[in-house]
């Protein structure tokens, strides 16, 4: 009995230390335009990295727009990414233990300097990580039964435990749709759990939290591709601080954002023009490369809610009945505490930041999530010029203010919300949407910016350009227009999508009423948002001929949806050298023009793409109002010849095989031997003189031709002679042949 009892607790061990195992993990949005990486620590993009080993990456750091890599120049690119790293903070104090020396903080992601601090296992324990494609086509084709009309197309949960006790719960969400995917729309749930080393079965803290704080970090520097053009580095010391970039504030839509605005400090170089004038005439005017401007990109994000429940209440005149032990930071005005609503709440935000690229936990638990001091200041008489604003707006006195003189440092931006008192149970929710566009509104008045005033114009892209002492253009728009990937006529500038993103959180148009409050907003998003009919999947295949053949279903057309933009019309083919364009037209087509295998049908025998070349591949849904899908079903196709229906004869080429030929049959890796009119399926033996099998070679796509690179199963590289080959298919059929290496 007392072995069983043993071995019955040794199970049971096993089992609590499986259920408590933590893993980092992280996931991708890649449903639209803006590609972002997201991770189960609260990471948002990567870890905090300001220093040059964060000069390539090959996961999306708020990449816009998407599939950016590219070759210019001989030169390899990482693309268009836009952020250091990003992430939450939270800070509290347990009721009974005051003081500063006495508070916990949880820095759940951007934390960090040169290199990121770990958040893993010291302030972050992941419990959970999930991706949940609710895609009105799944991957077969057919309608997708479980479509949720009044959800996101994209997903992605994560969850986990903080020193703090309290659980964060985030929801990330994205859509493909023209005018609502340039964004991500996060939603935060805080629950006070108790659970404060991510082990939910065992509860380490239930007393009350005081002065609980949260911050929302963002490290904005736009873009890698313009910054590596220039200096063939990303990173801080490299024009991100004090020296390209700026950060902007607009109160009216709560959206902080950066654009940049110079080349190694001179303005006349806007948005990094590409430094290679040919160059530049010839992007700007193709649109290769996204066009003529490396850095037109405006990152950043918009409050769409913060919780104003559990706020700490505030009496500056009995300090006996204050939540919060740090009252004398509050500040009066002839009189007035500007920094109390009516319910003697601290005004939101309580703190709204912009600073350098530095966010090293040492500096930033002491400076930016005490609530010590409102490390921006506040809005009020005599201490700003906020009334210089059109009517004398007011409405912002007592709130967090935008220190505009710091624009210029620009490495990160964040937001604090807070004082909160949280009783065992509480919960607070928060929600950001992540934007991007071609800009911002130009011309419109908003604090930071390039002359480091309060107030200053938001510099417009249709703007003289000097590259090398050079004028290229007085006008760039005027000139050159928008790039390809800038696919609405109404959603263009970073203030247009910030905009789109208030219309997809609160489920209704927005009539431009300002400023927005986002306590106002639902705790939740609703989501209701017009949906054009969804993009088909498409399959790609090399014909016989050496054409390219695209086939899709007619299932789209059965698509039905609440807000549906207006019925299907018709099929747009698009086809580009690189992922994120320019896209050419090929061809339209309209419903209803089926084949005989009940499947649309477009051949693509454009004798200009050449076998072994890449092209990009989409196909849109356009209904009747001219309103399109995204390009969902975006494929990289290589051209080659269509596999042989049966196996008939099989020709080596070259043969003879002449050491440094040059021949690369159709590829891109010199001295290959290619073999041709290969079946879909087949395997190829290949034998020395002697008899000996020296490689074999599994062919299993359907494509006539496979590469073979001289080289032994051992990896050995083959001597000068006379070989064999055998050629055998699943269904018995044999060829036998032989060719000549020299070297």
């Known amino acids: 009995m007392l072995k069983h009892t043993k071995i019955v607790l040794l199970l049971i061990l096993l089992f609590t230390c499986n259920a408590f195992t933590q893993v980092k993990e992280f996931r991708i949005h890649d449903r639209g335009m803006l590609h972002e990486t997201v991770f189960n620590t609260g990471d948002i993009g990567r870890g905090w990295m300001t220093g040059e080993a964060g000069n390539v990456t090959s996961t999306p750091l708020m990449e816009w727009p998407s599939r950016s890599r590219t070759f ?126 991510g082990n939910p079965a065992t509860i380490e803290q239930d007393s009350v939290l005081t002065d609980f704080m949260a911050l929302f970090i963002y490290g904005f520097a736009p873009s890698m591709y313009g910054y590596q053009r220039h200096y063939q580095v990303w990173k801080y010391d490299a024009g991100i601080y004090r020296g390209d970039q700026n950060n902007f504030w607009d109160a009216d839509y709560w959206l902080s954002f950066n654009m940049n605005l110079r080349v190694n400090g001179d303005a006349s170089q806007p948005f990094k023009p590409e430094p290679n004038i040919d160059n530049f005439y010839e992007f700007a005017e193709t649109g290769l490369k996204g066009g003529g401007l490396t850095s037109p990109q405006a990152p950043g994000f918009s409050v769409l809610y913060y919780d104003v429940n559990h706020l700490a209440v505030v009496d500056p005149d009995d300090l006996s009945k204050n939540e919060s032990e740090f009252v004398d930071i509050l500040r009066t005005s002839n009189g007035v505490f500007y920094e109390l609503d009516e319910n003697g709440h601290v005004k939101q935000p309580y703190s709204n930041k912009v600073s350098t690229g530095n966010t090293r936990s040492s500096k930033m638990t002491v400076e930016a999530i005490n609530p010590t001091k409102r490390w921006s200041g506040v809005y009020s008489d005599g201490s700003t010029t906020w009334p210089a604003v059109p009517n004398g707006d007011t409405t912002w006195y007592g709130r967090a203010a935008y220190p505009y003189r710091q624009s210029a440092d620009a490495g990160q931006k964040h937001i604090v919300f807070g004082p909160y008192t949280l009783e065992h149970g509480d919960k607070l929710r928060y929600a950001f949407a992540e934007v991007v566009g071609y800009g911002a509104e130009p011309g419109k008045s908003i604090e930071g910016g390039q002359t480091l005033q309060q107030w200053a114009p938001t510099p417009s892209l249709d703007t003289k350009i000097v590259i090398n002492g050079t004028a290229v253009t007085e006008h760039y728009l005027t000139d050159y227009g928008y790039p390809d990937y800038v696919n609405s006529d109404s959603v263009i500038t970073v203030t247009d999508v910030a905009l789109k993103a208030i219309e997809a959180y609160v489920g209704k148009r927005h009539e431009r009423d300002v400023p927005i409050w986002p306590e106002d907003h639902p705790s939740t998003g609703s989501y209701k948002i017009p949906t054009p009919p969804p993009a088909p999947i498409i399959e790609i295949t090399n014909t016989p001929d050496g054409s390219v053949q695209l086939n899709w279903n007619n299932a789209a057309e059965e698509f039905t949806h609440p807000r549906l933009t207006g019925q299907l019309a018709a099929y747009r083919i698009y086809r580009s050298v690189e992922g994120m364009g320019p896209f050419e037209i090929l061809a339209e087509i309209p419903t209803g023009q089926l084949n005989s295998d009940n499947l649309y049908e477009y ?56 050491s440094k030929s040059g021949f690369a049959g159709g590829g891109e890796v010199d001295d290959q031997l290619g073999f041709y009119g290969l079946p879909n399926e087949c395997t190829i033996r290949i034998f020395s003189f002697s008899g000996n099998l020296i490689e074999t070679i599994e062919h299993t796509v359907p494509v006539y031709s496979t590469a073979w690179f001289q080289t032994t199963k051992n990896g050995q590289e083959i001597a000068s002679g006379v070989y064999f080959y055998v050629v055998t298919t699943p269904g018995g059929e044999i060829y036998k042949g032989k060719f000549v290496v020299i070297k």
């Open 603 to 658: 051949i693509d025998n454009d004798s200009d793409f050449k076998i072994g070349e890449s092209r990009y591949y989409g196909v849109t849904s356009v209904d009747v109002n001219g309103m399109q899908s995204g390009k969902t079903n975006l494929q990289k196709f290589t051209k080659n010849v269509g596999s042989v229906e049966k196996l008939d004869q099989v020709y080596v080429v070259p043969n003879p095989f002449i």
């Open 72 to 197: 210019t120049d001989g030169l390899e690119y990482s693309g268009q990414h836009n952020i250091l790293g990003g992430g939450m903070y939270m800070a509290a104090n347990v009721k009974g233990k005051p003081g500063i020396e006495n508070r916990k903080y949880a820095l759940c992601g951007g934390v960090g300097a040169s290199q990121p601090e770990v958040v893993f296992g010291r302030w972050s324990f992941p419990l959970y990580m999930e991706k949940i494609e609710n895609y009105p086509l799944p991957e077969d084709g057919s309608i997708n039964p479980d479509y949720d009309p009044d959800e996101a197309e994209e997903i992605i949960r994560a969850g986990w435990a903080t020193p703090i006790g309290v659980t964060v719960h985030r929801t990330s969400r994205a859509w493909s749709y023209p005018d609502y995917d340039d964004m991500i729309i996060y939603e935060y749930e805080l629950e006070y759990t108790g659970d404060t080393d």
